[in-house]
């Protein structure tokens, strides 16, 4: 029953595998922390760790996340199937108790009640008593009690406490770390909201340099610590916007943040520009420059540097920063190619990338195609092939067999052209461990439409992927062929299992029931797919996706 969640018992099947469903029968004694809120369910689930779990149900279907290794995976896990099934418990008819909203429930009534009949120092008694109880609540209200007091003294080392990192903290650690830096900013924006924004500039100043420090001691694998810094950086540039620091100060400080961030944390200090104004971004431009003087290959201050070019609209100045820095990929050069392109300096532009082409061994495949498409443009069809035929040379791809194909089929060359290519793309096929996906051979084969070559060069050739690639081509003309791929396929993997795995015994299924019509022979398919059934009938996840498919 779906109750008041949107999903069912079976929404969590499909989600989870076999054995993970299984195992989360064994956990659900283990959920604790159920929070239900629309269409999310939040829990943590004792396992070897406390992990946290959150299910999510949308047009999309059912969605979880789970801290426990296999969850950070991306896999919907045991402890997944456990919350949604406590969730369901707790959701349906038959708990009327429990899908109560907080203030709606008897307890919490009687709760109201018994509070509002006590004198303000009764109350107090009774909080500061729940306060010494619980830490972390009272840690919570005590970072309320300074920030609306306005103790900077007090509220900065309370964030510095929250952020600070004694030892290491691992990646199944994260979360909670990252929930106290979330009370720190929490804490900073009531500071804000209290009138004392200069007070919680100073002390957002100070919380960016200790997790920038924290840094180095947390695995922020699952991204949780990303999340809470952009948090952290937004509540800084809301104190300068509601209490603005000194252009100079402010520039220095956004300076030196962004040359010594090492975790991608750094102010975006275009955000900052109505802030800085001319005499702010000029003191940061000094402190930059100074830093690039010094060491001009440091990564961050090349960046900033370029930034500071382009927000200046100095093109030459632009290109000679990235020709100063050319590397064997292409890359600068193609940002200088970009650069002159959007000023109207084609020629320049073009000059460019022609140097990279023939400079670099491997140049970047947007410089290439730029410079094949302004020959194209101009009608220079002989440089274009030269450029087509070069590039096959030096990475012989699909992608480059295709372009080159393309050039000498305009020119009216390819008869030629392909015959040197094959032949290169042969010799390349008896080294068997040159290419992971299968030698060039046989996709150029199957892309020109020769089947007949691909499948004579197969045996000695093919990946398993290309086999596929093959019968896939050939179920109209070569059906029998292409059905005895998809049986071998289809027997290897139903010896595995797997929702990714049951779906591809599926589609290969598919197809080889289109080779059986396109040979007359259906009734061996339907037998064929009869034994299948039989035999593997205890998947009940592929008997699911077989019926979906039409595979009965």
């Excluded at 220079?380 to 087509?388: A, P």
């Excluded at 030096?394 to 089929?409: D, F, H, I, P, V």
């Amino acid at each position: 029953m779906a109750g008041v969640l949107g999903f069912t018992e079976d929404d969590l099947r499909g989600a989870a595998d076999v054995r993970s469903f299984e195992r989360g029968l064994g956990y659900l004694s283990q959920v604790g922390d159920l929070r239900i809120e629309g269409t999310r369910v939040t829990a943590t689930v004792l396992g070897s760790d406390a992990y946290e779990v959150r299910l999510e149900y949308g047009t999309s279907g059912l969605h979880g996340d789970c801290s426990c290794p296999f969850g950070v995976e991306g896999n919907f896990c045991k402890h997944c199937v456990a919350a949604g099934l406590v969730a369901l418990k707790a959701s349906s008819s038959a708990s009327p108790h429990s899908q109560a909203a907080p203030a709606q429930r008897p307890g919490r009534q009687l709760v109201v009640s018994w509070l509002s009949s006590l004198t303000k120092d009764e109350l107090a008694a009774e909080l500061l008593e729940l306060l010494d109880e619980d830490a972390e609540l009272g840690s919570r209200f005590e970072l309320k009690a300074a920030a609306q007091q306005v103790d900077t003294a007090t509220l900065g080392n309370a964030v510095r406490d929250l952020i600070y990192v004694d030892g290491y903290i691992d990646w199944d650690e994260a979360a909670a770390y990252a929930a106290n830096v979330r009370r720190a900013v929490g804490a900073i924006g009531e500071l804000i909201d209290v009138g004392a924004a200069d007070e919680a500039v100073a002390i957002a100043f100070d919380a960016i340099g200790w997790l920038t420090e924290a840094c180095a001691a947390v695995d922020d694998s699952s991204g949780f610590i990303g999340e809470v810094a952009a948090e952290l950086l937004a509540v800084h540039l809301s104190a300068c916007q509601a209490a603005p620091p000194d252009p100079v100060s402010l520039a220095i400080g956004l300076a030196d943040l962004v040359l010594n961030d090492d975790y991608g944390f750094a102010p975006e200090v275009e955000q900052y520009a109505a802030l800085l104004g001319e005499e702010g971004m000029a003191t940061i431009r000094e402190e930059v420059a100074a830093m690039y003087r010094m060491h001009p290959d440091n990564f961050r201050a090349r960046h900033m540097m370029e930034a500071i070019l382009k927000a200046e609209g100095d093109v030459d100045a632009l290109i000679a920063h990235y020709a100063a820095h050319l590397d064997d990929h292409g890359w600068q050069h193609f940002a200088i190619v970009r650069e002159l392109d959007a000023v109207g300096r084609a020629a320049e532009a073009i000059s460019w990338a022609e140097r990279g082409a023939r400079e670099l061994a491997r140049p970047d495949g947007r410089l290439v195609e730029y410079l094949a498409g302004r020959y194209a443009a101009a009608g220079r069809g002989e440089d274009l092939l030269s450029l087509r035929r070069v590039r096959f040379q030096a990475e012989r791809n699909l992608a480059g067999y295709q372009a080159l194909r393309a050039a000498a089929t305009s020119a009216g060359t390819w008869e030629t052209e392909r015959g040197k290519a094959l032949a290169q793309l042969r010799a390349d096929a008896a080294d068997t461990y040159r290419y992971w996906g299968g030698p060039v051979l046989i996709d150029a084969l199957i892309d020109d439409g020769d089947l007949a070559a691909a499948w004579s060069a197969a045996p000695e050739a093919a990946s398993d992927a290309q086999w596929i690639r093959l019968a896939d081509a050939s179920v109209s003309e070569r059906p029998a062929e292409a059905l005895a791929v998809y049986r071998t396929v289809i027997e290897r993997l139903a010896t595995n299992t797997g929702d990714e795995i049951y779906r591809q015994i599926a589609n290969h299924l598919l197809s080889a029931r289109a080779c059986h019509e396109a040979l007359g022979t259906l009734n061996e398919f339907r037998q064929y797919l009869e034994w299948l059934r039989l035999v593997q009938k205890r998947k009940r996840n592929l008997m699911k996706i077989l019926d979906q498919n039409g595979l009965r």
